[in-house]
């Protein structure tokens, strides 16, 4: 279960890292996975604390909600954590869109600091909603510290493949940070109360890059469509 809550926590660090100096990238994805180990391990040993982020802080009358809806400090972090995966992730698809050049070395993301920020940003929202869904399963918090452990060790494993693979295809990168969209979705619908199965999402997702990896295998043994230039055609016409 570790693992697969993990797979939106690596997409985001390898679409992020993917700013960073080649000679960097390995290193900042290194960093941004243990700081998920230390956030997990650090909220695993805090359990009182996060039962009690459940309790609400102040309510509020919203005409969608109940009357008197309770705000309590998770339904703060997951808000403020899919805003910002929402917006991180529409500047991504926007930048890609405009053919936004992709350098190594260049721009103002690509700087070690910035990207081990919005790692740690990141990382305190997923570390949040896994450890949730982990303290709902297992009640022994050594046996959930071990199985954050062995799934860190995967994902550092394979963290590398995976980024990779993300980056050098680019609609497989387009369709990683829809998914980013969302989770980012989802974190909002849940601060609102509005719980959402994770199996409907993870199905989802995996049925969706299902496809694309047909697609990918398609393109290779077919030649690409050429599309029509109609406003080429239309001012070469008498």
Known sequence: ???????????????????????????????????????????????????????????????????????????????????????????????????????????????????????????????FDSILTAVGLVNNVLVMILAVILAMGVMLAFSGYVADFVNQNPTIKILALSFLIMIGAMLIMEAFHQEVPKGYVYFAMAFSLAVELLNMRVRKKVPPVELRDVKAQSTEQP
């Open 1 to 127: 279960m570790e693992i697969v809550l993990g797979i939106d926590n690596i997409i985001f660090i390898s679409i992020v890292v993917n700013r960073l100096p080649r000679e960097q990238q390995a290193r900042g994805r290194t960093i941004g996975l243990l700081l998920a180990l230390l956030f997990r391990i650090g909220l695993l040993l805090s359990i009182s604390w996060i039962v009690g982020l459940k309790t609400p802080l102040f309510h509020l009358d919203l005409p969608f909600r109940e009357p008197d809806f309770g705000v309590s400090g998770r339904d703060i972090i997951l808000f403020l954590g899919g805003l910002f995966l929402l917006a991180k992730s529409t500047t991504e698809i926007h930048g890609k869109l405009q053919g936004e050049e992709e350098e190594h070395g260049t721009g103002k993301y690509n700087t070690l600091s910035r990207v081990i920020f919005q790692i740690i940003v990141i990382d305190i929202v997923f570390s």
